[in-house]
């Protein structure tokens, strides 16, 4: 158990006593050497399996890390992200501390607080709409309650998204919409777990009394929230192993702080702090460009950086892609993914990352065009289909009155009792025919049923009602079953993943960072964020940008500002179409109109004719090999930034 892991991880698995904290870049290993330090406290029977609670940030993880505990001879740990054991705990507390079952989980909570605008005359478009949730969210997590919601954003110095008189407003108005309609969010799971454990001595001496261990991954964005929660868990006892990377904080906007993480020596001075350097993921040239986007990072954070070191063989030179325009980015990205496919890359081993979900759309066209099966994750519309809703609704009853029901009572172990569910309600085993609405509904709760399976499989004992709280909280947190494909996800959703080959897309100003991040905080969270994207990648890892939105368009976008921190990126020229409109065209770049007809500019090194500003500029191509080095890409790449500062884009 203790062979797979080096000197420093191995000090962190038998480091079974008291408070331990590891920190360390991605890639590192810190997610292996907690998941070996819990087989490792079960095998020497230093920890009951049942008496360990292990958190993760993501459903996906938290899988990842029960089959690998079972792997490793250590099946029975509770492997949960923070919600979800507090969602569990809160069910099963709920009648005693409070009486009747637990409100059901608001199914479209952005619908409820568009309701909640419209209520105090506010119309909220989706952006809007956006953060509106998000600045709820944030009061929420950082227990501000509507009425100090102004006021604490003024002494937080966040910069609100709209008059925070009316973010209050609509904030009060959206608790009292969930209040009449009995429900309850995801930050409510986490207050009211709180709130019973604060109160109810005797419930907070259940819980202790059954978790004695406790390790939780990617603490560097834990919230004020969870962390209470982690706190009232604990009591006076000192069990706990935290392993997290502060260059990776990239919640800070939804209240998370890496202060915890950094703080953890000062709250707990006899802790073991443990630090990995090695890079065990991705290949030297990748670790490279992380280490060179990291090395002029700002911040707290940054301060306690670690230089990653690659221990894989050398790999292919990371790829710098420009293109004209964005759909020509998304079929050119779609194009190297087939021909990677074809190559005998599975799919499942690539991902298309990008910083917004609202990005995704192109992907999914540019690879349905192709042929090449996708999966999103995090910007997933699955449980909003009216299937899937309609069947969650379906289990929901038979969870509850299932004894009255034939069917159930003769389906046995969770998946035939789920397929009996869905059969009734018309769901049959065979695909239909063609493609379409029916085929969408049926691969829809096919999935479902699959998802039964592999959740049965995993956890033996699980009952419907498990599976129908599983599918609630994959719903709260968008986690959709997954399909065999490439990954479509957003920055955000890649966190703690990794895939052989890695496409970042959209890597201009404004999107990277993004045109709302303002103070040099969030930039400095922005750059966190490649960073994350960069090191998701062990083999291959392709960076791309479009000069403009559509084909034709004007070609007014910069590459990101962060591309140039990258170290040792070699640059080429993706499905160019750059546009010049007849004779007094629009030039690329700058989106100055030019007036009368102009002499065309030639590459000094392979004569042809230039349209882009930029290039035009230096008189050479961009992707001309024999005169691209990292100085000349270095210098359009000011020169573009210079101009779009110029002209305040
Ligand atoms: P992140 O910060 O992105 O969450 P991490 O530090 O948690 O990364 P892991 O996911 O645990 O890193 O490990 C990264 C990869 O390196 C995994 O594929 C893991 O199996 C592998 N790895 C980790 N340690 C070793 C080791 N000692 N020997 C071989 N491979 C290792
Ligand atoms: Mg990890």
Redo the contacts with the bound molecule.
Sequence with gaps: MLA???PE?RAVATALHGPVCVL????????????HRIAYGVRTNRFQPTSVLAVTFTNRAAGEMRGRLRQLGAGGVQARTFHSAALRQLQYFWPKAVGGTLPRLVERKAQLVAEAGAACGIRLDRNQLRDATGEIEWAKVTQTVPGDYAESVAKSQRHAPRDPAELAQIYARYEQLKRDRGVIDFEDVLLLTIGILQDRRDIADHVRAQYQHFVV??YQDVSPLQQRLLELWLGDRDSLCV?G?AS?TIYSFTGATPEHLLNFRVRHPEATVVK?V????STPQIVHLANGLLSQARGRAADHRLELVS?RDTGPEPQHIEYGDEPSEAEGTARRIRDLIAAGVPAGEIAVLFRTNGQSGLYEQALTDAGVPYQLRGAERFFERREVREAQAALRGAARFGGNDAALDLADDLASQVRAVLSASGWGAQAPVGSGASRDRWESLAALARLAEDFGAAQPDASLADFVTELDERAASQHAPTVQGVTLASLHAA????WDAVFLVGLTEGMMPITYARTDEQLEEERRLLY?GI??A?FRLTLSWSLSRAPGGRAHRVPSRFLKDLRGASATRGASSFSVAGTGGISAGTGTPRRGPRKPIRCRSCGRSLTDAGEMKLMRCEGCPSDMDEGVYERLHTWRAAEAERLGQ
């Design positions: 797979g892991l080096d991880q360390a870049g991605a890639g590192t290993g810190k997610t292996r050497a907690l998941t991954d990617e392993v990377d990776q990995l090695r890079d065990y993921r221990q966190k703690g993943l990794e994350v090191t998701r062990r």
